[in-house]
C-alpha cells in the first residue's frame, strides 16, 4: 500500500527528457495512481511568452504513454486548488528546484485546507527543456567539422 491514493503533477513536459522521466518514476513510488497535467499552449505563452516546441496534445499522448502515468490530461490553469476540483488528488509532486519558490509556499497553505500534501522531489542536474531548445545545431555542426 503506497502512502498516496492518486497523485498529480504539473508541467510543461516540452520535449520529454530524461529529468521529467525520473520525475514521474519517483513520483509513482509514492501513490497508487498518478494523473499528470500538461500545461496548455497557450497556457505556457501566457507565462514564459514563448510556445513549446511540442504542441499540447503530443505533450499529453507522450505524459500518457509513459509506463507511470495512469493518465494525462491538459491543464488551463496554474491555479493547483482549480485542479484539486477538477482531478481530485492528495498529494502533488514537483520537482525541488521550486522549493522556496513564493506561488508554491502559498500553494502548500492552500492545499493544506484541504488535508493535501505537496512534495517536493529531487530535481534531475544537467537537463531541461530550455537547455534543449538551444545550441544543440552548433554543437553538432562543431562535431560534423572535426
Ligand atoms: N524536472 C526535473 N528535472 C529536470 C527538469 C524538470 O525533475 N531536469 C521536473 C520539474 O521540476 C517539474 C517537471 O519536471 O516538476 C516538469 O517540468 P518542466 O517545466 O516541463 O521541465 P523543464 O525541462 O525544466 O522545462 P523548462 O526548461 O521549460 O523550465
Not at 497557450?42 to 503530443?58: G, I, M, Q, R, W
Amino acid at each position: 500500500m503506497k502512502k498516496y491514493k492518486k497523485g498529480y503533477t504539473q508541467g510543461v513536459f516540452d520535449m520529454f527528457h530524461i529529468g521529467h522521466l525520473n520525475l514521474i518514476n519517483n513520483a509513482k513510488k509514492q501513490c497508487e495512481q498518478l494523473v499528470v497535467g500538461v500545461n496548455a499552449d497557450d497556457l505556457v505563452h501566457s507565462y514564459k511568452n514563448k510556445f513549446p516546441v511540442v504542441a499540447e496534445e503530443e505533450r499529453r499522448t507522450i505524459a500518457e504513454n509513459i509506463k507511470s502515468v495512469d493518465e494525462a490530461v491538459i491543464a488551463h490553469t496554474l491555479d493547483k486548488v482549480v485542479q484539486l476540483k477538477n482531478i481530485g488528488y492528495d498529494a502533488i509532486f514537483i520537482g525541488d528546484d521550486w522549493k522556496g519558490d513564493a506561488r508554491w509556499e502559498q500553494t502548500i497553505k492552500d492545499l493544506a485546507e484541504y488535508g493535501v500534501d505537496v512534495v517536493f522531489l529531487p530535481r534531475t542536474k544537467g537537463i531541461s527543456s530550455t537547455s534543449m531548445r538551444v545550441v544543440k545545431d552548433e554543437v553538432v555542426k562543431d562535431d560534423n567539422v572535426e
